[in-house]
T-cell receptor, first 114, second 113 residues
């Protein structure tokens, strides 16, 4: 079955540590996205990538970094510079990144800073 | 800039009641409009979408019509079920520049038996 996988489902980080969240898709989609969700709020865009080896900052990119070396993979690193990283992180992909395309979401990773 | 405004929840209904969740947007040009649903602890699933004015999206008994004159995309269902209990997000995607989604804050629906 085609879809998006995110791992791990739950992640705990100590203050000052960097952590990397995995996102893999086998839908052969060109575009991939990372969103952050806080309780009672909508999703906010962290980074997005329209094609391999290219990515753009979203609305809340500070303290995060990404790479897009392969079409199917778009890992997100939460660095120690992110002041309030505890949140639910969602990865998504779409076929061509067109504004009419449906974005398909993974199951999410819940990050907690201890 | 672009923004999406949804009615605040939670919305609590009895089974078989009529549902309306209001959504209005602000955007330049002609965005595409989406409704996504999120069940507890899960990612988002597309419920329906409309990509041009006067289009009606529909799925699983839910409907929404893209009204450019009122900049709205209200979600409706004639008879809700307990299994419809979830958080519903309205979102838009612009037809110029960045194509990522802009989301509303979500509306929690609770359906009681």
């Amino acid at each position: 079955d085609g879809g998006i996988t995110q791992s791990p489902k739950y992640l705990f980080r100590k203050e000052g540590q960097n952590v990397t969240l995995s996102c893999e898709q086998n839908l052969n989609h060109d575009a991939m996205y990372w969103y952050r969700q806080d309780p009672g709020q909508g999703l906010r865009l962290i980074y997005y990538s329209q094609i391999v080896n290219d990515f753009q900052k979203g609305d809340i990119a500070e303290g995060y970094s990404v790479s897009r070396e392969k079409k199917e993979s778009f890992p997100l690193t939460v660095t120690s510079a992110q002041k309030n990283p505890t949140a639910f992180y969602l990865c998504a992909s779409s076929m061509k990144g067109s504004f009419t395309d449906t974005q398909y979401f993974g199951p999410g990773t819940r990050l907690t800073v201890l | 800039g672009n923004s999406v405004t949804q009615m605040e929840g939670p919305v609590t209904l009895s089974e078989e009641a009529f549902l309306t969740i209001n959504c209005t947007y602000t955007a330049t040009g002609y965005p595409s409009l989406f409704w996504y649903v999120q069940y507890p602890g899960e990612g988002l699933q597309l419920l329906l979408k409309a990509t041009k004015a006067d289009d009606k999206g529909s799925n699983k008994g839910f409907e929404a019509t893209y009204r450019k004159e009122t900049t709205s995309f209200h979600l409706e269902k004639g008879s809700v079920q307990v299994s419809d209990s979830a958080v519903y997000f309205c979102a838009l995607s612009r037809n110029t520049g960045r194509r990522a989604l802009t989301f509303g804050s979500g509306t929690r629906l609770q359906v009681q038996p």
